[in-house]
């Protein structure tokens, strides 16, 4: 029942993509004839522009959330730093919503030129990812027994050898769960996307807010631009699932 609940709108929108103008007025026509003319109107515009501009983006946030996540868990779960009032301070911050500091964002980036730029959009999403993800990666690595660390030490390696190849290889179900929420959180938002960017640099989300003004509403193009933006996270989960499963019950069940 849960399957059919969670699947049935993703079915839905795809039936809908795959109509014809006439029959997408036709909410009784559960079985279209199939066309792929919703989709050929998307190349009439720049949504697929828009498509790789959320590949890019999503892709260096995930990048590096994944690294600096793993370089502040090492921290926090070898040396303690800040104590435990640290890790609460890095884990509440997660807890505000993005929205809340939208104002502030927007006037420092302003002044600094990184409005409607690229690595204006990532450093954000990096900063709201990163207290969660670097909680998710300390529960994992708190569970690794130090002895590893304390073996490559006596053979002669140095702290960042010790982290780079012998942890970093134990830690590939952490680093899949981390770099999976923060492409998915940059893929999907549109809040921080439709503010901080316009024109060209727009990521998915704000591309398909076009099929859909004040005056009117293009379902069948609006359908098919959601079917193609949710087929790379589906691929990620696919690809990643038996590390994203590890990954997060460590994070969870040893934070």
């Known amino acids: 029942m849960a399957l059919v609940i969670t699947l049935s709108p993703i079915v839905w929108v795809v039936l809908l993509s795959l109509k014809n ?19 050929d109107a998307l190349s009439s515009g720049n949504f697929f522009r828009y498509l790789l501009n959320s590949v ?35 884990v509440s911050n997660f807890f505000a919503p993005p929205v809340a500091f939208l104002l502030p ?46 073996a490559a030490f006596t053979e002669g390696a140095s702290m960042l050898q ?5 942890l970093m ?27 901080l960017t316009s024109g060209s640099i727009s990521t998915w989300p704000v591309g398909t807010e076009l099929y859909a003004t004040i005056f009117r509403i293009e379902y069948g193009p609006l359908a098919a631009a959601v079917v193609l933006g949710l087929i790379p996270s ?7 699932q038996r590390y994203l499963v590890t990954g997060l019950t460590f994070g969870a069940v040893k934070g």
């Open 105 to 150: 964002i927007f006037l420092t980036f302003s002044f600094l030129g990184l409005v409607n730029t690229y690595w204006g959009l990532i450093l954000v999403y990096v900063g709201i990812n990163l207290p969660i993800c670097v909680w998710l990666t300390k529960g994992f690595l708190d569970a690794i027994p130090k002895y590893y660390e304390e």
């Open 56 to 90: 890019g983006v999503s892709s260096a946030t995930a990048v590096l959330v994944m690294l600096l996540s793993m370089i502040g868990s090492y921290s926090l779960s070898r040396f303690n730093t800040g104590g435990r009032t640290m890790v609460l301070w890095v």
């Open 162 to 166: 010790s982290l780079t190849r012998v």
């Open 234 to 240: 589906l691929a990620l989960v696919v690809y990643i």
């Open 21 to 39: 103008p006439a029959q997408v007025q036709q909410p009784n026509v559960i079985v279209p004839q199939v066309t792929f003319q919703n989709y």
């Open 169 to 195: 290889p134990m830690m590939k179900p952490a680093m899949s769960a981390t770099a999976a929420l923060a492409f998915f959180f940059s893929w999907t938002d549109f809040t921080l996307a439709s503010i």
